[in-house]
């Protein structure tokens, strides 16, 4: 299973972006789906994620600006960053929570990070 993670790049603050993660290869069935963030010298964070029953979560500093959301035909992931600040510069990684059979445990998959960086 491969993650493959887009639509970073540079953008002024208030800005927005899109960022698109799609997950393919050897995939039964998704649950949970979703983004964190890791900015130079801090830990990787949650920024949001959703379950395959529709439940969201979404960190508090994110809240009412960016919008998660997931096509399960496509087995996609998408965050919606609107009005964003300088301190959402980060690496953006996806994961997906997967089972690639119906005997298969569930396992976490990363995605490679694409890179945000909000001018001010």
């Known amino acids: 299973v491969q993650l493959q993670a887009s639509g970073g790049g540079l953008v002024q603050a208030g800005g927005s972006l899109r960022l698109s993660c799609a997950a393919s290869?050897?995939?039964?069935?998704?649950?949970?789906m979703g983004w964190y963030r890791q900015a130079p010298g801090k830990q990787r964070e949650l920024v949001a994620d959703?379950?395959?029953?529709?439940?969201?979560n979404y960190a508090d500093s994110v809240k009412g600006r960016f919008t998660i959301s997931r096509d399960n035909a496509k087995n996609t992931v998408y965050l919606q960053m609107n009005s964003l600040k300088p301190g959402d510069t980060a690496v953006y990684y996806c994961?997906?929570?997967?089972?690639?059979?119906?005997?298969?445990?569930?396992?976490?998959?990363w995605g490679q990070g694409t890179e945000v960086t909000v001018s001010s």
């Open positions: 994961n997906a929570a997967v089972r690639s059979g119906p005997l298969y445990v569930e396992y976490t998959y």
């Open positions: 959703t379950s395959s029953g529709g439940r969201i």
């Open positions: 290869g050897r995939i039964f069935s998704i649950n949970g």
